[in-house]
């Protein structure tokens, strides 16, 4: 069984940054790729940023350089780093690890609130 926690989200100014985290535990198994997504309000789930076991990333245009993905050495916890936050950068964001033979996982979601 394998659990994603999220954490770090909140209220901020535009502008300001906040640095999320996901903590993964459980049967990881090989793990393909890690990536944060997001749901606005009245909006699907999209992409934010995922970042693959070889180290390689890519982002959403919406976020690129304002918004980093990382990981810790152990490949068990995720991070994003979001700086210049926008009001459009609201919404709940999600965690999802994927392994190469047991699926795609999903965290409860932590939710980022950007006031203008």
């Known amino acids: 069984q394998v659990q994603l926690v999220e954490s770090g989200g909140g209220l901020v100014q535009a502008g300001g940054s906040l640095r999320l985290s996901c903590a993964a535990s459980g049967s990881l198994g090989i793990v393909n790729a890690m990536g944060w997504y997001r749901q606005g309000p009245g909006k699907q789930r999209e992409r934010v940023a995922v970042?693959?076991?070889?180290?390689?990333?890519n982002y959403a245009d919406s976020v690129k350089g304002r918004f980093t993905i990382s990981r810790d050495n152990f490949k068990t916890t995720l991070y994003l780093q979001m700086n210049t936050l926008k009001p459009e950068d609201t919404g709940v964001y999600y965690c999802n690890l994927v392994t190469m033979f047991s699926g795609s996982y999903w965290g409860q979601g932590t939710q980022v609130t950007v006031s203008s």
């Open positions: 970042i693959t076991t070889s180290g390689g990333s």
